[in-house]
């Protein structure tokens, strides 16, 4: 889920740095809300109901804190979404003291855990219609095609008349929605919220995009590209959990992952423009 | 139909445009030169949009307007092929040349903002059969094509579209001889269509060719206008270079 939001993100030639941390603050908020409703005697409907509202707010609101950084006072997306991970990461810490989140109705980890039809679950179902959607707008509608023409070259989207600003801010605000979505997965699978949620999930999501063959320079790159660099990381990951390497060796590998995807872009750019 | 009044434009503490004026009357077709730096794509930023004049204003159809955006311009009927803005190189010839006004599928998918590929592939290659331009496929990527090609899509593009004023920043660069040729010609047919045409080159005997009147820019000014039947290559490159030597000295000075 989170590659799809840094999948329109890296099109429009930008990053976002803080889908993890905006998965952990707003599983952490939905679940404040959640827990805060239901104690205080609220009817449940209404509890999961605001928490999802609370949740999604949350990812909206940093989407457009982001977005508005980066075209109104021209901080380059690296480190105005860098900034907004260190906001959002200290909140989710500042709002739990680091302690989990728990009480929340058993009926959370309940729907996020049932299996049917033998392999899905309500996350995994989620996950697939919302990357279809997400692909389905991306390739076929005129909000992705305005996406790749930014990404590939802003000056002549401004001068083909499209509001480049606007859609900017639109393509983070989106972003923050889908990692917010991502963390109320988190929550239903887990049945508690877990401050710890979404850290480093942002080098992963990259990872995923990047090796799906999406460029960093901008213009390039599919959802479905993205879904399969996302199962060759989990792959990677599990195989190598398999062999018995330390988890701890898991970023270190992606980061390699990373680079090494990145040089051989540069250099396919550069053998291009000789 | 378009006239700029006293239009200035600075950048930091330069000075790229100073009291600029001049007009350009519908179905007209006006060449705009100057040397190199003289502010000839800066005075086509302002027309088109892209930047706001500093200080002056700009009179469109007898309306005192200023341009939020290039959306707006085109709005208006202005079309730009810009010096050096170029396309979304990683779109085809017909997204590019629909860019920003993309046809929509009917119904409800439309709504939605889904579009009309394949209407707009027809769309396209009808537009540029009826200019009369040679592209290749218009389903093959820009960043594909040579540098003359991805020129001939600009112009198409904006030919296509143009329904007031038409702008060309040194449309003829990257062009061989014959696509120059065409593009010369293409004035002249926009023209006659009731469309006015600014044209911004280096080369004056293109200028000479199909030019109403010529406007001199130096330095950012304005230094002389001349119906183009009335005038000579010599006087338009004395103009463009100035006096005397020593105003020159004196400005890089
Ligand atoms: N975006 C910008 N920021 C700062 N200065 C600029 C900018 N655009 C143009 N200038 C300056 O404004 C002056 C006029 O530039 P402009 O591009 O309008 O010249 P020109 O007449 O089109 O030249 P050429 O024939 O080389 O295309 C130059 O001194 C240029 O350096
Ligand atoms: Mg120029």
Redesign the interface.
Known sequence: MLAFAETLVIITGGIDLSVGAILGLSGIIGSLVLVTLTTADHSLTAGLFAGVIAAMLTGLLIGLGNGLMITRMRVTPFIATLAMLGIATGLTFVLTNGVDVSGLPPVVATLGNAVFLGVLTVPIVVTAVIGIVVG??LH????G??T??I???A?????????VSRHLVKVYVLSGLLSAAAGILVVMRLGTGSPLEGSNDELNAIAAVVIGGASLFG??GTVLGSVLGALIIGTIVNGLIVVGVQPYWQTVIIGVIIAVAVMLQERGRQKEAA | MLSLKNVGKRFGSLTALDAVGFEVGAGEVVGLVGDNGAGKSTCVKIISGMFQPSSGHIDFDGQPRVWASPHEALDAGIETVYQDVGLASHLSVDANIFLGREMKLPGLLGRLGFLDNSGMRSAARADTHRIGIRLPDVGAAVGDLSGGQRQAVAIARSISWARKLLILDEPTNHLGVAEVEEVLRLIGRVRDQGVAVMLISHTLPHVMAVTDRIVVLRLGRVVAQHVTKETTTAQIVHDIMGASEEEIAAHVR
Request: proline share 4%; aromatic share 16%.
């Open positions: 389905l707008y076929r509608s005129q909000f095609r305005w790749f023409a990404g590939s070259n000056r002549a989207a401004r001068g083909a008349g499209i509001p213009g390039v």
